[in-house]
Structure formats: structure tokens, C-alpha cells
């Protein structure tokens, strides 16, 4: 099974700063990974796919970056709405694994 | 308009059984792979099971292998979810998502199972 582990846990910032979250998997993974924002009493809602794909309806400032093992969420620009949990997830041989989640709160 | 509309959830007792459904709509259902992913309250997300369309094969995690079943019904645009055999540990929120390319694009609103007794 691949590991995705996301870091930091918590992400403490105001809005208008820039928001850097990590994903790393404990092995390679194709172009599967995605990227998802959660908030509290909602479905997750789909922001990136296939590493660095914004999804129907997401705003610019949501960009995602990476390969192999290493992947990036970058929020620049923070919106009061964007304060939330993010989570990212891979498919590979038809088994899904998601991080354990960043939670992105107001300083 | 793309729809996912979850039901069955409830309480049920430890060791109990649970069959959760999924009514589809918006697209052409057998064309694509859905899943189950679950959230235990205060948790994150875990996938639970994937049946891809026309019968091209079906996909648990480890955690409830042998225990949850799941099964669609194409002609019906439904996705079904056994549940057997329920520990307290099975308590979340079950969403219904549609897998396109990997990721899921569209979400239910989830059904709540809590098995207590």
C-alpha cells in the first residue's frame, strides 16, 4: 500500500499570505494524485487532479506542483474561504490511499 | 447535472449487518469506477471499496476485506455497499464518489453508520 504523508499537520496563516502544503508518498506514484478541500459538515470537494490539473470551477490561486514522490498544494493569495482541510490522494492498481490531512486555520 | 445520492446508513448493534446504496444520475453510470470512502467523526478520509463498470472488477481495503461487500447494479445506476459483521470502529460518514481518471471528481452528501450498542 502507498503512504501519502502530508505536512505540516496545522498551518497557521492570514488571509492574503501564501499557503505551501506537502504530500509525500512512500513510493513512486503515477499521475493519480489529487488534491481535495474539506469543510466541516461537507463532502471533500475536488481541487486538483493528476498532480497539477485544476478542477472545473477552482479558482487560479490553487496550484499543484510535483512527481515521482513529492507534491505540492500551493494557495497564494488566501481567501477567508480557503481556511479548511486539505487532503491529497493517490489511485494505484485500483487501490486509493489519502493523506492524513492538513488542517489551514487563521492565524 | 451530475447527482450521487447516498441512503441505508443508521444505528446498528456490534456484529450487525448494513447494506448502504448509492443512486446515480447525470452520466452514463457503467461508463465509470465508483468508490466508497469513509470518515469516522473527527478523522480523516479512508477508501473502503471501489466496483469498476461493466463488471470489470470490484476493489476493498485491507480493513474490511471479508466483511463489506461491494456490488452495482448498471442497469439500476446504483452502487451497493454490504456491511457484515460491524465493529464500533466501522462508526463514519459513508460518501459515494465517481472516480474519473483517479481522483473523485463528484461526492454524495454521505449516509451516517454507527454501530453501538
Known amino acids: 500500500e502507498i503512504v501519502l504523508t502530508q505536512s505540516p499537520a496545522t498551518l497557521s496563516l492570514s488571509p492574503g499570505e501564501r499557503a505551501t502544503l506537502s504530500c509525500r508518498a512512500s513510493q513512486s506514484v503515477s499521475s493519480y494524485l489529487a488534491w481535495y478541500q474539506q469543510k466541516p459538515g461537507q463532502a471533500p470537494r475536488l481541487l486538483i487532479s493528476?498532480?497539477?490539473n485544476r478542477a472545473t470551477g477552482i479558482p487560479a490561486r490553487f496550484s499543484g506542483s510535483g512527481s515521482g514522490t513529492d507534491f505540492t498544494l500551493t494557495i497564494s493569495n488566501l481567501e477567508p474561504e480557503d481556511f479548511a482541510v486539505y487532503y491529497c490522494q493517490q489511485r494505484s492498481d485500483w487501490r486509493y490511499t489519502f493523506g492524513q490531512g492538513t488542517k489551514l486555520e487563521i492565524k | 447535472e451530475v447527482q450521487l445520492l447516498e441512503s441505508g446508513g443508521g444505528l446498528v448493534q456490534p456484529g450487525g449487518s448494513l447494506r448502504l446504496s448509492c443512486a446515480a444520475s447525470g452520466f452514463t453510470f457503467s461508463n465509470y469506477a465508483m468508490s466508497w470512502v469513509r470518515q469516522a467523526p473527527g478523522k480523516g478520509l479512508e477508501w473502503v471499496s471501489a466496483a469498476r463498470g461493466s463488471g470489470r472488477g470490484t476493489y476493498s481495503a485491507d480493513s474490511v476485506k471479508g466483511r463489506f461487500t461491494v456490488s452495482r447494479d448498471d442497469s439500476k445506476n446504483t452502487l451497493y455497499l454490504q456491511m457484515n459483521t460491524l465493529r464500533t470502529e466501522d462508526t463514519a460518514v459513508y460518501y459515494c464518489?465517481?472516480?474519473?481518471?483517479?481522483?473523485?471528481?463528484?461526492w454524495g452528501q454521505g449516509t451516517a453508520v454507527t454501530v453501538s450498542s
Open positions: 493528476g498532480a497539477s
Open positions: 464518489a465517481k472516480d474519473i481518471g483517479g481522483s473523485f471528481a463528484y
